[in-house]
């Protein structure tokens, strides 16, 4: 068959409306003569894909305006509320004590030297202690004048023994909390794993027995802690459980937490 054979063929069918639907369907004619049947196949499908272009592209979009939201939206600060919270935890286990170190009972001190009476003599004004006088001779010398001080029955509900050293152990006053948090280091970088914040502290729960004036003079380091007035400064790294305090130390001449 020829090539204008077939050509005229073509025309001739179409003019019979022979011309199968996917060829008529190019002709505008036929488009414009079946305007209210479905679109051919192929604009169909390009719609199709021009929707879901759409779609993705506003999906896009979407997430990143979310993006940017949650951008600005970010706290720039350091939560300090979490920073106490780790703090009194640490020093919630830490018990508060007269002495730095334990010290044993019974205990004999020189009368002649305040410095190794004044702490006993205040014990034994609050009940904790029971004192004797007696006269201890020196070698070659004569004798000299001293003190004996034991636990009271009041004294020993009262102490705190030391696991590690029979017959030791220390007046333990309460322990320390954190009441406010007053600067941390570094300042300008809340995506830290690790500061170092200064605190103030009082002591919780502190006894009437140590709340004495002759307490508080035999005893200056437990009336600095207890005014609420004393500062010290925790390390705290941050783990999979949270803060954690890995050291204190105090600004004033107070004793560490026992």
């Known amino acids: 068959m020829t090539t204008m054979t077939c050509h ?18 190019l002709y505008p004619r036929d488009i414009r003569a079946h305007s209210n049947s479905p679109l051919p196949i192929s604009a169909s499908n390009s719609l199709e894909v021009i929707s879901k272009m759409k779609v993705r592209i506003l999906t896009v979009l979407a997430a990143f305006v979310g993006m940017g939201l949650a951008i600005g939206c970010r706290s720039n600060t350091v939560d300090k509320g ?5 703090i009194n935890a640490y020093l919630g286990a830490h ?24 702490g006993f003599d205040a014990l034994t004004d609050a ?12 070698f070659l010398v004569g004798s000299k004048q001293v003190n004996n001080y034991d636990l009271s029955d009041k004294g020993r509900s009262t102490w705190t023994p030391d696991q590690t ?12 909390e954190a009441t406010t948090v007053d600067t941390f ?6 995506d830290a794993t690790q500061f170092s914040v200064t605190y103030h502290y009082d002591v919780a729960s502190t006894p009437a027995w140590a709340s004495t004036t002759e307490m508080k003079t035999a005893f200056p380091a437990m009336a600095a802690d207890t005014s609420g007035n004393q500062t010290a400064t925790a390390t705290l790294v941050k ?3 949270g803060w954690q ?6 600004t004033s001449t107070a004793p560490l937490p026992q």
């Open 95 to 118: 018990q508060e004590c007269l002495w730095p170190d334990p010290v044993k009972f019974p205990a004999q001190a020189d009368t002649s030297k305040e410095d190794q009476t004044k």
């Open 239 to 241: 783990s999979s459980q």
């Open 8 to 25: 005229l063929k073509m025309r001739r069918n179409e003019v019979d409306g022979k011309l199968p639907v996917e060829k008529r369907a």
């Open 185 to 190: 280091s570094p300042a300008d970088n809340p």
């Open 165 to 176: 050293q029979p017959g030791y152990g220390n007046f333990c006053v309460g322990h320390r």
């Open 82 to 86: 979490a920073f106490k919270s780790a």
């Open 245 to 250: 305090v890995t050291g204190v130390q105090p």
């Open 127 to 138: 009940g904790l202690l029971v004192r004797s006088s007696a006269e201890k001779k020196r």
